[in-house]
């Protein structure tokens, strides 16, 4: 995809920004399910960086946003396509708390508002 210098990047950000509450909850809501409840604050779900990008295939313009810490440092990631559909990636690079065979490498979330589906993105333990 390609950058896009637009004016329209409030507009986008601002109407889907629902969708993109719902996107973090449910996020959340995997880890806090898992076992892993303090990497998500319920309280915000700030971008560190926000832009509109044009498919070279189709034309249309997606949201993307980040997440990154306080040194700037990627933590995950959002698309929201223009169609409504959306998927996310969060770093969890942890042990998994329950099942000593697996490490959590990270979290994602994909679908549409009312349809959001979630899961772990896992590895084998080393030594497991």
Not at 16 to 21: E, F, K, V
Not at 78 to 93: M, P, Q, R, S, Y
């Amino acid at each position: 995809m390609t950058e896009i210098s637009s004016a329209s990047l409030t507009q986008r950000a601002a109407d889907s920004a629902p969708l993109l509450q719902e996107v973090w909850t449910a996020l959340r809501n995997k880890l806090v399910n898992t076992g892993l409840p303090d990497l998500l604050d319920p309280t915000k779900q700030p971008f560190s960086f926000t832009n509109l990008r044009r498919d070279p295939y189709d034309g249309s313009e997606a949201l993307y946003g980040e997440w990154r810490d306080p040194n700037g440092r990627l933590l995950g990631n959002l698309i929201v396509h223009e169609d409504g559909k959306t998927f996310a990636e969060f770093d969890v690079v942890q042990p998994h708390p329950t099942d000593q065979r697996w490490f959590v490498e990270g979290v994602s979330a994909w679908g549409k508002s009312g349809a959001i589906k979630t899961e772990l993105k896992l590895l084998p333990a080393l030594g497991a």
